[in-house]
């Protein structure tokens, strides 16, 4: 299994940019990589996917360098909105990967006014 | 939106009931999961099912049994509840992309 490393915990204000980094240094290579986002009280909500080089939609950008032993979810100019637990799991696609969605400690990011 | 419809938010059992935690989707996914999330030991898988009539053990199924007659709706049945399965259950479900998953709002169990 792929294990992921990401920080415990980050602090940030409102406006700036955050960038949580996930290490997976043994990644398959069928395997992609998803962030998701928790709030308190409530079911993980799917971020951004990728498999290479940079993925970019309306909520986050996903930067993963070309050896894909790592990855980097970044938000633009957060807001206190943005303050949750944020998961970076490594899976292959097919159902066949199930038990590797492993859900981790996640990176507690809290915003600041 | 996808949808994911988990039948209570909150559920108060006695020691030794029988309890049906029922999940339903919306956009015909093939995959659908029941997940435990306790304080400090985050997301723990408990049934995984890829088709109707179809499931796999996740990591801690004891205590727990799974049906899935119907392509959206997928029910966890807690045999004999135990004080220790107290905890919030999340329920999700997934196209072929299996980790681009919807969760539901969850189920929070207290087993009494």
């Known amino acids: 299994l792929a294990k992921t490393t990401q920080p415990i915990s980050m602090d940030s204000y409102e406006g700036q940019e955050v960038n949580i980094t996930c290490s997976h240094n043994n990644i398959a290579t069928n395997d992609y990589i998803t962030w998701y986002q928790q709030f308190p009280s409530q079911g993980p909500r799917f971020i951004i996917q990728?498999?290479?080089t940079k993925v970019t939609n309306e909520v986050a950008s996903l930067f993963i360098p070309a050896d894909r032993k790592s990855s980097t979810l970044s938000l633009p100019r957060v807001s206190l909105s943005d303050t949750a637990v944020y998961y970076c799991?490594?899976?292959?696609?097919?159902?066949?990967?199930?038990?590797?969605?492993?859900f981790g400690a996640g990176t507690r990011l809290a915003v600041h006014p | 939106d996808v949808k994911v419809t988990q039948s209570s938010r909150y559920l108060v059992k006695r020691t030794g009931e029988k309890v049906f935690l029922e999940c339903v989707q919306d956009m015909d996914h093939e995959n659908m999961f029941w997940y435990r999330q306790d304080p400090g030991l985050g997301l723990r898988l408990i049934y995984f099912?890829?088709?109707?009539?179809?499931?796999e053990k996740g990591d801690i199924p004891e205590g727990y049994s799974v049906s899935r007659e119907k392509k959206e709706r997928f029910s966890l049945i807690l045999e004999s509840a135990s004080t220790n399965q107290t905890s919030m259950y999340l329920c999700?479900?997934?196209?072929?992309?299996?980790?681009?998953?919807?969760f539901g709002q969850g189920t929070r169990l207290t087993v009494v």
């Open positions: 799991l490594v899976a292959p696609p097919g159902a066949g990967g199930y038990n590797k969605l492993i």
């Open positions: 099912s890829y088709d109707v009539k179809m499931k």
């Open positions: 990728g498999y290479k």
């Open positions: 999700a479900s997934s196209a072929y992309r299996i980790a681009e998953a919807f």
